[in-house]
């Protein structure tokens, strides 16, 4: 059994810019143990790849400068592919980021193993993590396992978001003869969605939970959407867009006779934290990061994003940017 000071549990980008973020903050890299899965560089590289993101390449870069000279290589080789106001494929950005963290990784000790439970002891005031392989202990646990897609109590086969937002796996499951699609959710990823079923001649539904079918980032929305997504809504507005029908959430009567003729769901409605060992749900508090399962426990990333509260509405904040912002606003060590 191992034990350290600090175990990072998940290397997707949230644990990478945790780790990258510890060093900055002068703490050893002997003093972590790095626990993942794969280290194949988190869901962003290995089910969401393909996906365009909304956000230029110099957001990323800038913040990937803080890590200079982790990050020069990895700099040097989107600027070698994209212009600073290009959007990337979301592989690219967790391409980066994952190359820059591993780098200063190199004298942390890293595990190749599935997490299975975790649980706080009294008696030595450590963490016991529970892995394929056996377990370690730490005094503190920094969680950023990631989260799962959530869904709806629909008796209605769903297809997982990460395979509906590749196209050629969309196509491969649907058919315009047999199929007619509701999709949940009309943000980025909706808007994804939309495409490509209208480009494979899907008939589909289209719910939104807003006031509006879209809420656009050049009409001053906190979280409207933009870049690619944009336009793409703005099609839908004009019309162009045949096979795709707009509707409200608030509408339970059509929404009813819609499901009624639906034969495949797709929620894009956001994300829950991935369940560990015990902990089906584990509940945080975005203000700090800290996790209440137990003391010296802090949770980023998908699964334990920061908010930012507009008027009387939360917004989840889920990018590069955000996390590196959520983990040094409240990382113990910078405070």
């Known amino acids: 059994m191992s034990q350290s000071k600090i175990c990072i549990l998940g290397f997707g980008i949230a644990g ?5 973020e510890l060093l900055r903050n002068k703490i050893s890299a002997k003093d972590i143990v790095i626990l993942d899965e794969n280290f194949m560089g988190g869901a962003l590289m290995t089910q969401y790849g393909p996906v365009l993101s909304n956000t230029p390449w110099l957001k990323t870069k800038t913040a990937l400068q803080d890590y200079l000279p982790w990050s020069t290589e990895s700099i040097q080789w989107a600027d070698s592919k994209y212009q600073e106001t290009d959007c990337m494929p979301v592989r690219d950005i967790a391409h980066v980021c994952f190359q820059t963290a591993f780098s200063a990784a190199q004298q942390t000790e890293k595990i190749t193993a599935k997490a299975s439970g975790i649980q706080f002891e009294e008696a030595t005031q450590l963490w016991k993590i529970q892995h394929t392989f056996g377990e370690l202990k730490s005094s503190q646990l ?4 990631g989260a799962t ?29 047999n199929d007619h ?38 009409d001053s929305h906190y979280d409207g959407i933009k870049e690619g997504s944009e336009k793409i809504a703005d099609c839908i507005l004009r019309g162009e867009y045949s096979h795709i029908t707009l509707l409200s959430w608030n509408d339970p009567l059509a929404l009813y006779k819609a499901l009624q003729k639906t034969t495949r769901v797709i929620y894009s409605i956001g994300f829950s934290v991935a369940p560990l060992g015990e902990f089906q749900k584990i509940p945080y508090d975005p203000q700090t990061a800290k996790v209440a399962i137990g003391p010296n426990c802090y949770g980023y990333g998908i699964g334990f994003p920061g908010v930012t509260t507009v008027g009387e509405k939360q917004y989840t904040d889920v990018s590069v940017l955000s996390f590196q912002d959520q983990i040094r606003r409240t990382l113990p060590a910078t405070r």
Do not use: M, W
């Not at 959710?185 to 006031?211: F, R």
């Open 16 to 20: 990478q810019l945790l780790f990258l």
């Open 142 to 145: 920094y969680l950023c396992h």
């Open 149 to 177: 897609e959530k869904q709806l109590p629909l008796d209605k086969p769903a297809i997982p978001l990460r395979i509906a937002l590749d196209f050629q796996q969309l196509k491969n499951t649907v058919s315009a003869e």
């Open 181 to 218: 699609v509701t999709v949940f959710g009309t943000a980025h990823s909706g808007t994804i969605l939309l495409k490509h079923l209208q480009e494979l001649g899907i008939p589909t539904t289209a719910v939104y939970n807003t006031p509006t079918p879209f809420q656009f980032a050049r």
